[in-house]
């Protein structure tokens, strides 16, 4: 019963954003990122690779071997954050541009990650890039897995030189609807960075880049394939899923999408349940582990109910500048039980010799109710009255300002393919 209402209200939660809105959002989020690559093309020209200098610290992230990297605590530090400039870094799409978009504060930047038993070494764009030389890493999943994608990027661009990167090109900004997959190239590095658009891991109704809605969830349980065959050349995938199975529940086709007549209505934690058990089977029979490491991001925190920090219930992260201090702050919208599906998802697989490792930035993601956007970003439909009138109703506390929160779960994610790539 308890179980229940929590659902009712995360749903709630989502209704924050105005129906119609959550379209517009979602539309926008790729016509923007097409007009930001479209003027990012850059050149391909010939100039030799330079030679490695970095080759003598293989060990830097030796030292964090046995330490949780995901138990510890925010700790303000001017000093190395922020790791890039906003204005400096050019891939970054309205949704995530806080600062382009009116906020006005930055201590939301500055806050470290300080693992209780270890100290996350400093991060290095160029060892980074020349350890990750020849390799294709490839984020798969919703906006929030893209808002890790461009964090990355961002990251590393800044020290390759114009003309030695390429950021994915889309001929006709009206036709970035179709595209799926986004690509950032480092030439000198031969590394490739990319993002594939898949909510909720197998087809569904919200496959289309811009298409979509996130009411009435229709899912084709057993075609994976669709999407899956893209990801297969990868030496890295970092997967995540969680925001879209937040409707109570959803709908199970067997046969395919269009020809919808056999079907079941199902709670969203048996659909996920569900797809993340054809997940794992295609991951186990399709990826070869020899040579693809796989992660899994948990889910992450959102921040619409100012009540879980003692603000009022009508409050949420809008004009938050300070992260919650409070340790173990667990916010009401997260699903526990979703994470543990996953946990026991990725269990299984381990059983069965496939490692997929959890990435665990949950709790490090709740007390971060600072890092949102919340109206400091670009909205693709125009506001209502009732809207401006209070700005909470359109904050959007689901995605997260860069620089940010994510480039702290890209710093954790690459001590673990680093270490990997050893
Ligand atoms: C994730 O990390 C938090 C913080 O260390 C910990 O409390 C929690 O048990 C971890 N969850 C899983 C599933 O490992
Ligand atoms: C860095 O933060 C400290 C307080 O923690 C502050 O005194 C100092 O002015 C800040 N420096 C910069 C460059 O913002
Ligand atoms: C947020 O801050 C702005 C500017 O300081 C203020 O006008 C507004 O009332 C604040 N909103 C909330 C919900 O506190």
């Known amino acids: 019963m308890e179980k229940k209402k929590r659902l009712v209200k995360i749903w709630d939660v989502k209704h924050m954003f105005e129906s119609s809105l959550i379209i517009f959002f979602i539309i926008g989020a790729l016509t923007t990122t097409a007009v930001y690559y479209v003027n990012t093309d850059e050149q391909y020209t010939s100039t030799p690779a330079s030679p490695a200098t970095v080759a003598h610290s293989p060990s830097v992230y030796d030292s964090l071997e046995g330490c949780d990297l995901f138990s510890g605590k925010w700790v303000h530090d001017n000093d190395t954050y922020p790791l890039y400039k906003e204005q400096e870094c050019p891939y970054i799409p309205g949704e995530f541009a806080c600062g382009q978009y009116g906020r006005m504060d930055s201590k939301y930047q500055q806050w470290r990650w300080q693992p209780h038993d270890c100290s996350l070494p400093r991060f290095d764009a160029k060892q980074v890039l020349e350890k990750l030389r020849g390799k294709r890493i490839m984020f798969v999943g919703d906006s929030v897995n893209r808002n890790q994608w461009v964090s990355i990027v961002c990251m590393l661009q800044a020290v390759i030189p114009p003309g030695r990167k390429k950021m994915h090109k889309i001929q006709e900004v009206k036709q ?178 496939v490692d997929v490792k959890m990435m665990n930035i949950t709790q490090l993601t709740q007390y971060r109710k600072d890092g949102h956007p919340s109206i400091h970003r670009l909205f693709y439909s125009t506001l209502k009255a009732k809207q401006l009138s209070n700005p909470s109703r359109y904050a959007d506390c689901t995605h997260w300002c860069l620089p940010g929160v994510p480039d702290i779960w890209n710093e954790l994610l690459l001590a673990y393919i680093l270490r990997g790539l050893k």
Request: aromatic share 12%.
């Open 176 to 353: 970035v609807q179709d595209v799926s997959l986004l690509t950032f190239k480092a030439f000198d590095y031969d590394v490739s960075i990319d993002f594939y658009w898949a909510p909720l891991l197998v087809e569904s109704n919200a496959d289309h880049p811009t298409k979509h809605k996130r009411t009435d969830r229709i899912v084709h349980i057993h075609s994976i394939e669709k999407h899956a065959k893209n990801w297969v050349n990868a030496d890295v995938l970092v997967f995540n899923s969680y925001l879209w199975w937040g409707t109570p529940t959803l709908k199970i086709l067997y046969d395919s999408l269009e020809d919808s007549t056999k079907y079941n209505v199902v709670t969203n934690h048996r659909a996920y349940r569900m797809v993340l058990r054809i997940w794992s089977k295609w991951v186990r029979t399709h990826i070869n582990h020899a040579r693809t490491q796989s992660y899994f991001m948990s889910m992450t925190a959102t921040h619409h109910k100012g009540i879980d920090w003692g603000m009022q219930d009508n409050e949420n992260c809008l004009n938050e500048t300070e992260p919650v201090t409070k340790e173990h702050f667990w916010e009401s919208g997260s699903d526990l039980k979703m994470m543990k599906t996953l946990e026991l998802t990725l269990n299984n697989l381990k059983e069965r010799g």
